[in-house]
Structures are given as structure tokens and as C-alpha cells.
């Protein structure tokens, strides 16, 4: 039987409450008693919106992603270069930009780390995810090479994966080390990587 949220808008302020602890302590680290913390809700009036604690996680990963996807995607198309369509997802993500994502770092690598091996639904969210971020790098890539900013032999994929796994990379670093070192470092050869593909 398909499970029916007593109301869509209680439902999507549980989500709202509980995208910043869920994206930092994960599903596992995250008990019923932090969820009713958050909310200010009791655990009937949670699972009377979600059949369970995974679904609320779940929707707690798509609103999460949505805000990042959002953020990227329109920083991009603010720009009317290609090159600088490429630079600006990198650019949002290095700590000086501010940038307002989820506190507690980048959703789709919090998510994979925990849900690989344990939650398979989570990770597929997480991969679909992904792979819509790969798809809208590639596209750029590629309207850059038909606007001949970019070389027409540029690899558009592995350009694309490139970019984004020095974006999680740096994100791995600077969460683990707290060392700017490495973030700047990245990024500049991300910038390396969109130099040799202009013209």
C-alpha cells in the first residue's frame, strides 16, 4: 500500500529542519530523538508525513541536492563565456565564495560516503545526482567547442569528470586537514585543465 503524508506541507518543513543534520551526521549517526529535536515535532507527527527514518533521508538528499544543483547551475549561466561557465562551479566551492550549500559540506560526498555499502537507495540518488552534474559539465564543454572557445579534440567527458573530481577532492582535503594548501592548489590546477582546452 503507498504511503500518503498526512500533510505535503508539514512534510517539506521536516525536510527544511532536518537537511543540516542529516547532512552532517548522516542517516546512521541521525536518531529519532534528533529528528524530533530538530523539528520541534513528536515521532508521530514525523512518521505521519514519512513511513520511516530512510525517507525522510531521502528527501532530505534531494532537497539538499536541489539547492546545490540550483547554485551551480545558475552561477553558471550568469556567465557568457564558456571558460567561465567551467571556472565558477570551481569557484563556488572554495571557501572564500560563501557560498550558501547545506552547512556541512558537499551532500553528494557526505551521502556516498556513508550509503555505498549501506543504503542502496541513498546511493543511487547520490549517483543520479552525480551524473546529472557530469551531463550539464559536459554539455558545457561541448557548446564551447561548437562556440570555438574550446579545441575541438577536448575530451568533453573527461574534462567534465576532471573538474568535478578536483571540486570533491578539494572538499576531501580542506574537511580533513583544515590546510587551504591543498584547496588552492587544486583549484589552480582545475584553471590549468580549462586553460588547455581554449583556444
Not at 504511503?3 to 548522516?26: C, D, H, M, W, Y
Request: charged content about 25%; aromatic content about 8%.
Amino acid at each position: 500500500m503507498k504511503f500518503i503524508p498526512r500533510s505535503e506541507s508539514t512534510r517539506q518543513r521536516i525536510v527544511e529542519l532536518t537537511a543540516e543534520l542529516i547532512n552532517k551526521k548522516g542517516l546512521l549517526g541521525t536518531s529519532v530523538s534528533d529528528l524530533e529535536k530538530a523539528t520541534g515535532m513528536t515521532r508521530g507527527s514525523i512518521y505521519g508525513n514519512f513511513p520511516n527514518k530512510d525517507a525522510v533521508a531521502l528527501a532530505v538528499f534531494d532537497y539538499n541536492w536541489e539547492r546545490k544543483r540550483k547554485l551551480l547551475f545558475d552561477g553558471a549561466d550568469s556567465h557568457s563565456s564558456y571558460k567561465s561557465k567551467l571556472l565558477s562551479q570551481v569557484l563556488l566551492h572554495h571557501p572564500s565564495a560563501r557560498t550558501p550549500f547545506t552547512p556541512g559540506g558537499c551532500p553528494l560526498l557526505n551521502t556516498v560516503s556513508e550509503a555505498d555499502d549501506t543504503n542502496d537507495h541513498l546511493r543511487s540518488k547520490a549517483a543520479a545526482a552525480l551524473i546529472s552534474w557530469t551531463k550539464n559539465l559536459t554539455e558545457i564543454v561541448e557548446k564551447g567547442i561548437e562556440a570555438n572557445e574550446f579545441k575541438a579534440n577536448t575530451d568533453c567527458l573527461a574534462t567534465a569528470l576532471q573538474i568535478i573530481s578536483i571540486i570533491e577532492g578539494a572538499s576531501l582535503f580542506f574537511r580533513s586537514t583544515q590546510d587551504m594548501k591543498y584547496v588552492n592548489s587544486l583549484v589552480e590546477a582545475a584553471k590549468r585543465i580549462v586553460d588547455n582546452i581554449c583556444v
